[in-house]
C-alpha cells in the first residue's frame, strides 16, 4: 500500500546502484527492484511469518507432537484469505487510489512492464511462503498418516493445507484480490469485497471437494447380514452416500427394505425374499488423495491463469 516516487529517477538509479554494488540478484533490478521496494514491507512480512511458522511446525514434529496439529491446520487454511485481502486487493488499487498509476504511466515506464514485475514478484512471494508450508505440514501430517480416519484426509483441515492445493489456492485469492482491487480502485473497498471473494472461494472449493475424485463402487455377495458396510470398505476410504442392498440381478434398493423387520429371523427372511445377496457401497480410496489435489490444483491455476489475462488485457490500456 506504500506508494512510488520520483519514478523514473528511482528506475534508473536503482539499477545502476546494483551494478554498482552487486548486491542484488540480477533479477530484482530496474522494475522488479523498484516494485520490491515499494512493497518490501508486506513481502518481507509474509516471508517472515511463513518461515516462523515453518520453524513452529518443524519443531512440533521433531518432537512426534499431535497437540497443536488442528490449531495450526486452522491457521494455514486462514493462509489464502490473509494474502488475498493483505497482499493481493492493495497491490494496484493503492496506486490507482493516491495516483501512482498515472504517475509510472508519465515517466516512460512501459504498463506491460510494470504489470508483469508486479504480478511476477508477488506470485514468487506467494509460491515460496506456501510451498514451504505445505511442505512443513505435509511432513508433519506423514506421522499420523496411516492412523487417520476417512473424514480426516479428505477434511479442508488436511486436504487443503498440503501438496499443491494451498499454493494453488492462495495464487487464486491473491491474484482475485488483485483483479478486484485495479475494478474498484479504492484500497479499503477492494480489501472489504475480497475478504467476502477468498471467503467464498473456500466454501465453494469444499462443496465441490469429493468430485474431484472417481467414485469407486464395491459389491459383495455374501449375504447383507453377515457382512456390513463398515467392514467391508478399504481403510480410510470414505463412504460416499449411503450403502445400499444389492439383489441377484444387480439392482439396488434403499437401507430402509425390510425396515418392518421386528427380529433378525424376519429381516432374513425378509431380504431373502427381495433377492438381496449383499451390499453396494461408493467410497473414494484415500490412495486418490494425492491425484485429487493435482487435478484440483490444476482447476485453481487454470482460474488463476485467467485473472492474469483479464488482468493484462485490462491494465494495459485502463490502468491509469
Known amino acids: ?3 512510488l516516487t520520483s519514478t523514473s529517477t528511482t528506475t534508473g538509479s536503482a539499477a545502476a546502484g546494483s551494478k554498482g554494488t552487486g548486491q542484488l540478484p540480477r533479477f530484482l533490478k530496474g522494475m522488479p527492484w523498484l516494485v520490491w521496494r515499494q512493497h518490501r514491507t508486506v513481502f518481507l512480512t509474509v516471508l517472515g511469518v511463513s518461515a516462523l511458522a515453518v ?3 518443524v519443531f512440533q514434529r521433531s518432537q512426534l507432537h499431535i497437540a497443536g496439529y488442528t490449531h495450526v491446520s ?3 487454511r486462514l493462509v489464502p484469505i490473509l494474502l488475498g485481502v493483505l497482499l493481493g486487493a492493495p497491490l494496484f488499487a493503492g496506486d490507482l487510489e493516491n495516483g501512482t498509476a498515472k504517475l509510472v504511466v508519465t515517466q516512460s515506464v512501459d504498463r506491460t512492464r510494470w504489470l508483469t514485475a508486479k504480478l511476477a514478484l508477488t506470485a514468487l512471494v506467494v509460491v515460496v511462503s506456501t510451498v514451504a508450508l505445505s511442505a512443513a505440514f505435509g511432513w508433519w501430517w506423514d506421522l499420523y498418516k496411516a492412523e487417520v480416519t476417512a473424514t480426516e484426509w479428505i477434511s479442508e ?3 487443503n493445507t498440503t501438496g499443491p492445493v494451498p499454493v494453488a489456492l492462495a495464487l487464486f485469492s491473491v491474484f482475485g484480490g488483485v483483479a478486484i482491487g485495479v475494478l474498484l ?3 479499503l473497498v477492494a480489501m472489504a469485497v475480497t475478504l467476502g471473494f477468498t471467503v467464498a472461494v473456500q466454501l465453494v472449493w469444499s462443496h465441490f471437494l469429493l468430485s474431484l475424485g472417481d467414485v469407486v ?9 453377515d457382512e456390513y458396510p463398515a467392514l467391508i470398505v478399504p481403510t480410510g476410504a470414505y463412504r460416499v452416500g449411503e450403502a445400499s442392498y444389492i439383489t441377484g440381478d444387480g439392482s439396488l434398493l434403499g437401507r430402509d427394505t ?3 423387520a421386528q427380529t433378525s429371523q424376519a429381516l432374513e427372511l425378509c431380504l431373502k425374499k427381495a433377492d438381496v445377496v449383499g451390499w453396494s457401497v461408493d467410497h473414494l480410496p484415500m490412495s486418490q488423495m494425492n491425484g485429487m489435489q493435482w487435478f484440483g490444483a490444476s482447476i485453481l491455476l487454470a482460474l488463476t491463469a485467467v485473472v492474469t489475462v483479464f488482468l493484462f488485457f485490462w491494465g494495459r490500456k485502463r490502468l491509469t
Do not use: Y
Request: with cysteine; aromatic share 4%.
Open 1 to 3: 500500500m506504500s506508494s
Open 258 to 260: 425390510c425396515a418392518e
Open 217 to 225: 463402487t464395491l459389491t459383495t455377495g455374501n449375504g447383507a447380514v
Open 157 to 159: 483441515s488436511t486436504f
Open 55 to 57: 520453524a513452529c511446525i
Open 185 to 187: 480502485r479504492r484500497t
Open 74 to 76: 486452522t491457521g494455514l
